[in-house]
């Protein structure tokens, strides 16, 4: 077989060192924030979110499950379960579509699909029978930052605790955006993270 792939090692070299500060970030930030940061082993919230992931992560993930799954009954359950999620968001987008198209766009509606999207239980399909991440060594950025306080819209988000933590984080100043403890949340352009010092 023709390998027709591009040569992707400097670029995974790029990402991995980027997913590297991703997860001294969140080390910081569970510092700064015990009560708010209670992810730990075994715990499989996350594996249930809805989110989007970059070219570069989708591209990573995949080289990674080529690596550890190239044949097996183990891929081909992985494959049918991501096959299942795939047909399950599509209905899901599709409906989300036809909310925001007929209330034509406005902030109600969008605010009603992010707020849907936001509750949304999909189960990742490379969590194995034990809740176990079978790629976790290789998991995206959302994955490594989730569960970190987060401000969207001007309201305190923190998932899945939201509500421990929004007194700590809705006393905030607006202004206050020197280096961030993550992406924007669920992929709303109007989220802010939470300032963390010395964050790049």
Known sequence: MINIMPELTPVFTAYEALVAEADAVF??????HPDCVTCKPGCSDCCHAMFDLSLVEAMYLNARFIEKYDFGPERSRILENAG???RKLTRMKRDYFRELRDAKGSEDAMEHIMEEAAKARIRCPLL???DQCVLYDYRPITCRLYGIPTAIGGKAR???VEFRCRSQLS???SGQD???AGPPQRGNPGSRAVPVQGAA
């Open 128 to 130: 194995d029978s034990n």
């Open 158 to 160: 923190v998932w899945p």
């Open 178 to 180: 020197s280096g961030t």
């Open 27 to 32: 080390a910081r930030v569970g510092e700064m």
């Open 84 to 86: 299942s999620v795939d």
């Open 171 to 173: 006393d905030r100043p």
